[in-house]
Nanobody
Framework: QVQLVESGGGLVQPGGSTRLSCAAS????????MSWYRQAPGKERELVAT????????NYADSMKGRFTISRDNAKNTVYLQMNSLKPEDTAVYYC?????????????WGQGTQVTVSS
């Protein structure tokens, strides 16, 4: 079955860095666009970054540009989110998302999320 398993969250100090990973299984990873979303308490889920496949083009929310980097390793079926210069407002649950159009149908999957807390 389809699984997206995030890891790498935790407590980070302001100005610090961390890297999230999302290991995918159960679908043809290399044919899906992969994204990271986040949801802070009391707020709606928002898009953080997307990376396409096979081209590997990336797109970021304005507030993350220059601080976050999304990448993928199709050989390992894994997508990453490198987060630098973290701020308290980056505190949220971060979710991995996979999306593709197959035979005219939109298919998309979510991970269970990983908590990132930015605090001193």
């Amino acid at each position: 079955q389809v699984q997206l398993v995030e890891s790498g969250g935790g407590l980070v100090q302001p100005g610090g860095s961390t890297r999230l990973s999302c290991a995918a299984s159960g679908f043809t990873f290399s044919t899906y666009a992969m994204s990271w979303y986040r949801q802070a308490p009391g707020k709606e889920r928002e898009l953080v970054a997307t990376i396409t496949s096979p081209g590997g083009s990336t797109n970021y929310a304005d507030s993350m540009k220059g601080r976050f980097t999304i990448s993928r390793d199709n050989a390992k079926n894994t997508v990453y989110l490198q987060m630098n210069s973290l701020k308290p407002e980056d505190t949220a649950v971060y979710y991995c998302h996979a999306e593709a159009i197959k035979m005219g149908r939109l298919l998309n999957y979510w991970g269970q999320g990983t908590q990132v807390t930015v605090s001193s």
